[in-house]
């Protein structure tokens, strides 16, 4: 028996192929004329005995240019001995030609050997690739005799961009087993693919050979995502040489090795290499989900291997799952520590096996034998489709024992064995499921249900009316089975019509009953809520006898919406009340009438006329008119208005802050747009929010401009005193950042301002206003936001708060691709030193804590480095921030317009 180098946990590989059971348009060959016929002729050819083409020169099979060809090796084997000093091939596939290499078997074999050796004068291959393969199944060997002997050759002279694909199957030579000859006189890529099967060469697995020409366009790429790459002394080689400027041969090779295994069974030399001389390496290799091994267990780790100048590889090579990689200069990989799976050299024997079926109404289609070597397929085919189906459920048994190891789809028929169970002869079992007929004894009634019913599945239907109006479906049907009425083991809906009848009683004909009944409707009286007061059932087209009185209600008169006569459906019947009215007055604050509405009972006015302007003021009124009961004044109040000065503070007035003992204030600083005409805007005079925005015809519309930006505001001396002895927090919200000071840090403020009016300055700065030394230790740094924050007692500024704390929240955006936690606040003196400041993120406001007033910054953590100084840990601190109080806050929603 041949013996062939196999590793023991893949061999399932060399074989992985699916049996043609139902292949169409399939070609036999028999001999060497034949095969040569078929593949000339671009067919899908199967052997039927082995072929021995003898010594040859040249290519002996050949695929033409732009034809394609599949080749099933069904176990048998091709092989042949080239002799001579020059190149040949057992079989060349042209340019733009396709070739598929399959093996439905198992045990086939495309083999070679050389019986004369020429050196670098005479390659040979079993498979020259100048177009297109993709290998299946089989093994495909080269025996050797030659210094260079490919068991495949991939061929790039020209503009070509061959392929090569391997699926399964067994690629294997003394010398290389695949080569990659890249002689490209365009930016074509040569491509070999490992997708499953083995490739073993004893001296390389996969080498990727670059000539002294045409630099610059030598492309080419290894892409292992399974199977075995096994090399004597490298597994993967990507062999590259400089021109005689310089220049790279080939400045675009790579190899990316994703899945599968990869071995070297070499001491000295890496898994995967990379040679030539004077490279300076331009080849990335990655490698993560595969396992690479190197037979030396991690031998010459420390060496240091430089092929040419320049090369270097640690910066090239990307690892994953452990793969270890000298951190000196290389030229290639070696793992250490990792040993090479054991390894098998027998190859697998054919176990042949015959297979019968029992079935009932049903063909069965298929071989009449099964190999242990590759899966099995047959297909189920009804004899009679008009009173059959294909059953839900076969049975397999190989060797007298039931097995689970197969597939079955009860729609196609078509059934698979897994390979791995076929230990003996194979026996099916099938039988085809009986189909009865459906009929309906129907009044009245439309019926949409199949007229088959099977005993493998239950049976539905759906019946609806057909009958004159004022009929309904019945309550309740009957359904017969062979002729008796059955009781049990179906469901029947009498609102939707669906019927279902369960699989297990179908065993006969089915008769289903039903007749369609008088409707009755119900007519129902009920409150205004909705609460009922009466029913009457009805039958179809007559009167209700009896209607109950309408329900008092105070104030309103009342009478039923409908009569219940000639009643055709449901119905509803409501109170209609006839409502008492009052009258809404609206009156200035001297008492002159502004307006009137007659309103209903429990209802709202439903116009609101402006509030009178007062100059300096925003006026509202004082009630809202909303379920009115009675009649109703309602009388216009002002409120003293913020005053914006030309650099941003806002005034606070004295009479907008409500100071009350243990009660929290909340200051809203709102600037509404004013209009671009005189500044006065309606004729409110002050924003009005009544939600009328009534102009009554007073003047035409105005547009809007947008209000002065505030960085400041300004409380009177009055007021902060009596904040400080009220002993509450107080928060200001101004449009860009809201300040809360708690009650220790307000007391602090007030004892500093010693009866002055106080200026909180919190504001957005852009990164030049910083001083030198604040600007230079942020200068390659990314800043999102500048904080300009201050406490002013007149011309005395505050900076500490007696150990109060102070927190500020301020809107931010984080940058498309970041994340919040990406970001933190900083403190940055007016020396330029950096302090970190805990920082949370929470519904788009980034909020801090702080006991002094100075300039913060928002930067990008990733960014932050000495001379930057603080707890970095805490950048990465979920702190929660409560500002909310158990007493109630008083909040001041304050408007202003432009004071011209």
Partial sequence: MKKIVFILVCVAMLVAMTVPVFAADVTEAASAQELKDALQAGETVKLTADIDVGEFTGAFFSVPKNTSAKLDLNGYTVKGAKTGTKNGELINVGFGATLEVSDSVGTGTLEISSTEDGAWGCYTAVIAVNGSCTVKGGAVINNGGTSMSYAIDVLANSSAAPSLTVQGGLVKSPYIAVRGFVNNTTSGVLTIGVEGGIIEGGNRGIWIQQPNSNPGKNFAAVNVSGGIVNGGKAAIDLYMLTTADGNNASPEVTASITGGTIINNNASVPTVVITGDSVTMQAPVSIANASVYNIAQGANIGDTRTYGDGVSAPAQFTLGNGVTMNTQPESGILVQGSAAPAISSEKPETGVYSVNSTVEHLEFEGAQTAYNTVAYEGKLVLTNSEYYILPSVITVEVNGSQITDYTYDSTTGIIVIDKDVITGDILISAKAVVVYGVTADIEGIDFEGDEKAYGNSDYRATISLNAAEGYALPESIVIRIGGEVITGHYSYNPATGEIQIDAEIIEGDIVIVAKAELEKYTVTWVDENGGVVDTETVEYGKDATKAPTVPAKEGYTGEWDKVATQVKGDITIEPVYTVK????????????????????YGKDATKTPAVPAKEGFTGKWDVSATDVKSDV?????????IVVDDKGSATIPDSIV?????????????????????????????????????????????????????????????????????????????PEITVSFDKDAIGSIGEQSQSKDVTIVATQIEKEELNEEQQTVLEEKDVHLVLKLEVHAEDEKITEFGGGTVTISVPFEVPEGKEASEFTVAYIADDGTVTIMPTTFDNGVLSFETTHFSKYVVLETAAINSPITGDSTMIYAVIAMLVASAAALVVATISKKRCM
């Fill in 633 to 641: 004044t309602v009388t216009a109040v002002y409120t003293e208005n």
């Fill in 581 to 600: 009215t009052f009258t809404v007055t609206w009156v200035d604050e001297n008492g002159g009438v502004v307006d009137t509405e007659t309103v209903e």
């Fill in 658 to 734: 409500d100071v009350e003992e243990g009660k929290d204030i909340v200051i809203e600083v709102v600037i509404p747009p004013v209009d671009d005409n005189t500044g006065s805007g309606d004729n409110t005079g002050s924003g009005d929010n009544t939600g009328s925005g009534d102009n009554t015809g007073s003047q035409e519309p105005t547009t809007p401009v947008e209000p002065p930006k505030v960085e400041s505001v300004v409380i009177g001396s009055a007021t902060v005193e009596k904040i400080t002895e009220a002993e509450v927090k107080v928060e200001i919200k101004l």
